[in-house]
Nanobody
Framework: QVQLVESGGRLVQPGDSLTLSCVAS????????MAWFRQAPGKEREFVAS????????YYADSVKGRFTISKDKAASTVFLQMNSLKAEDTAVYFC????????????????WGRGTLVTVSS
C-alpha cells in the first residue's frame, strides 16, 4: 500500500507564500489522480486542487484559483502545492490524497491519504 507524507506546513503571515510537498512511498502512475484537500477546525474536509501523474492537467477549487498551483515531480514521486497571497481563511490542515478519477472534488473518491500538515495564516 502506497503511503503519502506531507510536509511544509508552518505559521505564516497574511500575504505570504508557502509550498507544501507530498511524497509517495512508491512510484505511482496513471490512472491515478493526486489531490490536495484541507480541513479547518470545526469544518468539513474540502477539495483544494488536483492533477494527474502523467498528464498536464489541473483542477482547482474556486476559493484558491489564481493563488494556488499544484505541480509534480514524477521522478521524485512528489506533488507540490504552491500557495501565494495566503489569507487567514486558508488556515487548515492540508492533506494529500490519491484517487482514480479526474476531475474529482469529493473526498470519498480518494482512497489513499496522508496524515496532513498544518498551515496557519495569522499576523
Amino acid at each position: 500500500q502506497v503511503q503519502l507524507v506531507e510536509s511544509g506546513g508552518r505559521l505564516v503571515q497574511p500575504g505570504d507564500s508557502l509550498t507544501l510537498s507530498c511524497v509517495a512511498s512508491e512510484h505511482t502512475f496513471d490512472p491515478y489522480t493526486m489531490a490536495w484537500f484541507r480541513q479547518a477546525p470545526g469544518k468539513e474536509r474540502e477539495f483544494v486542487a488536483s492533477t494527474r501523474w502523467s498528464r498536464d492537467v489541473t483542477y482547482y477549487a474556486d476559493s484558491v484559483k489564481g493563488r494556488f498551483t499544484i505541480s509534480k515531480d514524477k521522478a521524485a514521486s512528489t506533488v507540490f502545492l504552491q500557495m501565494n497571497s495566503l489569507k487567514a481563511e486558508d488556515t487548515a490542515v492540508y492533506f494529500c490524497a490519491r484517487g482514480s478519477t479526474f476531475p474529482e472534488s469529493s473526498p470519498q473518491a480518494y482512497t489513499v491519504w496522508g496524515r496532513g500538515t498544518l498551515v496557519t495564516v495569522s499576523s
